[in-house]
């Protein structure tokens, strides 16, 4: 109860916490998460010559914006207590379409809206298929998974190279703001998505509902909160954060392939539970999510400024964290029921 | 009639023999078991001996499952045992030395146990939520066999390794025979004992088995290890019929195929009763599903379509809401899986 009755002031009260009154518990995790990143950037600044460079910093944005949308996505289905498995397979299927429309000659204008409607109605089905027929989300998703990887193999199984005019623009062009320090687009979109998904949990009726059924849908229920209809909607955000990402992917990309963000959803899994996020729902913030993105960013740059790591450490890595975090996790909630 | 057709075996029992039977329009000899050098060859014998690392891996699942918890970290166990075994026999100064073979098959099978003991601690020692418990290992494992591996595809050429997944006994693929004996043991062990009625009741109410006495923690724990064994001897088999540790491809997903075997096997995902012959059914049927494909000409890729629609309409068909709306609503059926209509 506590934790839906009092649902986040706002996503900056999260990184400075009133000392003088104690920390909130509910903090806990994300605070953990900001300090592990701060302990990264530091170790990369001490060993390595041109980390502390402010490239390398927004690099890490510039490389996983795709996985900011997703994960940010995923937090909302998350926050209820569910699972959303079918992002990866999303994010593929919508490259695929695209570079297949486009390829065919149709204007981005037509394609953007119609991938980004696609992955909706997708996320839709999910949603009324997990609510209408109380299927576990975990299978529901996992045939969604199956039924878009299938789908984007089906329609083309090598990679279609995109050459339309947007697309490269989208990928090529960057926001400078002085020499040598540039960021992408999709960095803007995907900051975009990210300040929308932490307005709405924090501030609407729609947000407080999201924490409401993660604590307990039972009592969301009699508490005459439309639990049906929220229910599905955070699955139909999650596939519109999924095509989205896919569009984004599209551009970091410039091709469409079926094998495209193979195992995102763990990814896109491990950066909400990283970022503090209690994976039986009800509590957790946006923010801690793109702390976690950010942590999986760091890794793969300290392992390329490392350079003799090889990319399999990264796995292990989060591995290590994901435990870390979960061990966390099961701690606070002790203390706090 | 209306027995047979209520057995919770009946329809993924129909399933198969109907995929079977349309073999027979693309490929007349599909039925056809002949005996070269000694060995068995024919399709069937295709499907069974494609079909030995996902009944394995499903046989574990079903126990898993049956308390009420599931393991994403299988597949990543199959990749690290046969990463092992095959790192092992690669410096053994005689490949082919039936000891050394063994102590490898030992040493990886140990190492998988000590995995599901870590998966069945963080369960039900530390109290984490089974999917995300196991998903640690499904991300970090892959990663230790990477590293076990090195990033490389081992290649082996133990003859002795070879017998485990290629190999043939009395003309029986050696592979089917391991599979035939660990699920024989299995049933025996789950009907013949109080384990199998454990098992259940600590699945179908956790609360109800604490005041009744069952310690279910050292059970947690045991089921999660016979799994990670299961999956150990599964990736033995899937190494040593390629003659070679490849990371990335050994039991990539099997986790959600074998969910899928024991769901169709008609074991409920919420835990409690448990069919172990079901999910080993429902691990042959995904198999011939496969080989299905490729004897019709479909494009491989569209098992995966295929799998989803099996999911979809297998879900559907246990879930309580939506045979309440389809009876009392014959129309809304069509509506249903929205997931069909984009197909």
Redesign the interface.
């Known amino acids: 109860m506590i934790d839906i009755s009092a649902p986040p002031q706002s996503e900056t009260a999260a990184v400075t916490p009133r000392r003088r009154r104690g920390l909130d518990r509910r903090h806990i995790p994300v605070l953990a998460t900001l300090g592990l990143l701060a302990f990264m950037y530091g170790l990369g600044v001490v060993n390595y010559d041109n980390f502390s460079d402010t490239q390398v910093f927004l690099n890490i944005f510039v490389d996983n914006a795709f996985l900011l949308v997703v994960a940010a996505g995923m937090t909302f289905v998350i926050l209820t207590g569910g699972?959303d498995l079918s992002v990866g397979a999303v994010v593929a299927l919508t490259t695929v379409v695209a570079a297949t429309l486009l390829n065919a000659g149709w204007p981005a204008v037509v394609v953007l809206p119609l991938v980004l409607l696609m992955g909706t109605?997708?996320g839709?089905?999910?949603g009324?298929?997990i609510h209408?027929?109380?299927?576990?989300p975990?299978?529901?998703t996992?045939?969604?998974?199956?039924?878009a990887?299938?789908?984007s193999?089906?329609i083309n199984?090598n990679s279609i190279p995109i050459t339309d005019p947007f697309w490269t623009a989208m990928a090529q062009d960057r926001i400078r703001f002085g020499p040598g320090i540039f960021i992408s687009y999709s960095v803007v979109i995907a900051l975009v998505v990210v300040l929308i998904g932490a307005y709405v949990l924090a501030y609407t009726r729609f947000g407080r509902t999201v924490y409401a059924i993660g604590g307990n849908a039972d009592s969301a229920l009699l508490m005459g909160l439309p639990v049906g209809r929220t229910r599905i909607a955070v699955y139909t955000v999650s596939g519109f954060c999924s095509s989205l990402g896919g569009v984004l992917l599209s551009f970091y990309m410039l091709s469409g392939y079926?094998l495209h963000a193979q195992g995102m959803e763990?990814d896109a899994?491990?950066a909400v539970?990283i970022g503090g996020t209690i994976?039986?729902g009800g509590s957790g913030y946006l923010l801690g999510t793109v702390l976690g993105v950010m942590v999986l960013g760091m890794i793969q740059t300290i392992i390329a400024f490392q350079g003799d790591l090889?990319?399999?450490?990264?796995?292990?890595v989060?591995?290590?964290l994901?435990?870390a975090f979960?061990?966390l996790q099961?701690l606070v909630t002790r203390r706090t029921t | 009639m209306s027995n047979l057709t209520r057995h919770r075996l009946f329809w993924p029992a129909a399933v198969l023999v109907l995929l079977l039977a349309s073999n027979v329009f693309f490929a007349p000899r599909f039925f056809t078991i002949t005996l070269q050098d000694g060995h068995l060859y024919g399709s069937l014998i295709d499907i069974l001996r494609s079909a030995t690392p996902l009944a394995l891996v499903a046989l574990g699942m079903t126990m898993v499952i049956a308390t009420g918890g599931i393991d994403l970290s299988l597949g990543s166990i199959m990749a690290i045992s046969g990463a092992l075994a095959c790192l092992i026999i690669g410096d053994l100064p005689d490949q082919n030395s039936v000891g050394g073979v063994l102590i490898a098959v030992g040493v990886a099978l140990v190492l998988s146990a000590a995995l599901g003991v870590w998966n069945g601690v963080l369960v039900s020692v530390i109290g984490i939520q089974p999917i995300i418990a196991t998903l640690i290992l499904m991300v970090a494992g892959r990663g230790i066999a990477q590293l076990i591996t090195d990033g490389q595809i081992i290649n082996v050429t133990s003859a002795p390794y070879r017998v485990i997944g290629a190999g043939y006994l009395l003309g029986i693929p050696v592979s089917v025979i391991i599979v035939a004996v660990v699920v024989a043991a299995a049933m025996l062990l789950v009907r013949r004992s109080a384990l199998g009625v454990l098992i259940e009741s600590v699945g179908a109410s956790p609360t109800a088995s604490r005041l009744a006495g069952i310690r279910a923690r050292g059970l947690t724990i045991t089921v999660y290890v016979f799994a990670a064994f299961c999956a150990g001897i599964a990736g033995l088999i899937f190494s040593s019929n390629v003659a070679s540790a490849d990371s990335n491809a050994a039991g990539n997903l099997i986790e959600l195929d074998a969910i899928l075997a024991v769901v169709i096997g008609g074991t409920a995902l919420t835990g409690g009763r448990f069919s172990i012959a079901g999910s080993v059914l429902g691990a042959v049927l995904i198999s011939a599903l496969d080989i299905t494909t490729y004897t019709i000409g479909v494009p491989a890729e569209t098992t995966l379509l295929f799998k989803a629609v099996v999911v979809v309409v297998l879900c559907l068909s246990q879930s309580a809401a939506f045979r309440a709306a389809v009876f009392r609503r014959r129309a809304v059926a069509p509506a249903t899986p929205a997931a069909e209509v984009s197909a």
């Open positions: 699972i109605s997708m839709l089905g999910m009324a298929v209408y027929f109380k299927v576990e975990f299978i529901a996992l045939a969604g998974m199956f039924l990887r299938g789908l193999l089906l199984r079926s763990l899994i491990a539970v994976l039986t090889s990319s399999w450490w990264t796995k292990i989060i591995g290590i994901l435990f979960i061990v099961r």
